[in-house]
């Protein structure tokens, strides 16, 4: 591909050293492109998007971006890690982790000022993002003061503040109400339609035709069960349900009890 962007070979991980999170992944990212990482939890989806940001490295193998591999020598090279922390944003799983400052606002410009954008591309860009997740009236108060679709809007604020080129969101439509993922979901949407690569790590299968057009499933051993277009694998139900995609459902109707499978489907739009 000539434009690839991230490389994955043979990628390993482990928590302690005796914890497998990820056994041997292969993956190749190109520019433009909107991914989906399924998986039941416990899977590896997070510690992949972790790998994909730079926060962790692999044991084995190698993850390389834009043709370098990223590792820590990568990211003790100022120049590097700059250009990189540009161009990549990870909205973690939990908004909890991502904010950290006083107010909302001072998290919203945490990334453009530590990276030295330019102030006035800076506050238009801010501006921009603010209005586009309808989060003008939240700017003064503490993160610990927000609602729990609040703070996942701030956080993907957060991110967006930055511009990055790539796109990486954690779970991003988990526990919200229905008009809120519907946002969130028109943002991950508008973003790709913008040139943005755009990766969501989900298990919540009802989103992803939208909002993916590629797929990977991760299985219980932490390896890549399948991938390819997304309607092809969710029509796959013996691949969904070996994958803990999908449950089995009971109910009672008169006098008989009915079984019968169905998809993880965590909300409604």
Excluded: W
Excluded at 50 to 75: C, K, M, N, T, Y
Excluded at 132 to 148: N, T
Excluded at 149 to 162: C, F, N, P, Q, Y
């Amino acid at each position: 591909m000539d434009d690839l962007i991230f490389r994955l070979r043979a990628v390993r991980f482990s928590y302690l050293n005796k914890y497998p999170a990820l056994c041997g992944i292969d993956m190749d990212i190109a520019g433009g492109q909107k991914i989906a990482i399924l998986g039941a939890n416990g899977s590896g989806k997070s510690t992949l998007l972790q790998l994909l940001d730079g926060l962790i490295f692999p044991d084995a193998g190698s993850v390389e971006i834009f043709g370098r591999f990223l590792d820590e020598a990568a990211l003790n090279d100022a120049d590097f890690s700059g250009r990189f922390r540009s161009r990549v944003g990870l909205v973690f799983q939990n908004p909890d982790i991502q904010l950290f400052c006083s107010t909302v606002k001072e998290d919203i410009l945490f990334g453009p000022l530590q990276l030295g954008l330019d102030r006035v591309k800076m506050k238009k860009r801010v501006d921009e993002v603010i209005a586009s997740l309808g989060i003008g009236d939240l700017l003064e108060r503490s993160p610990h003061q927000l609602s729990v679709g609040e703070k996942r809007k701030v956080s993907i604020a957060t991110v967006l503040a930055i511009d990055p080129d790539i796109l990486l969101l954690d779970e991003p439509t988990a526990g919200l109400d229905p008009q809120t993922s519907r946002h969130i979901m028109d943002i991950i949407i508008e973003a790709n339609e913008k040139g943005k690569t755009v990766v969501t790590a989900t298990h919540d299968l009802h989103i992803v035709e939208e909002i993916a057009d590629l797929a990977y499933i991760l299985s219980r051993e932490k390896k890549i069960a399948r991938s390819g277009p997304v309607e092809e694998l969710l029509k796959d139900e013996e691949l969904l349900r070996s994958n803990n995609l999908m449950h089995i459902h009971k109910h009672r109707h008169k006098d008989a009890v009915h079984i019968h499978p169905h998809q993880h489907l965590e909300h409604h739009i």
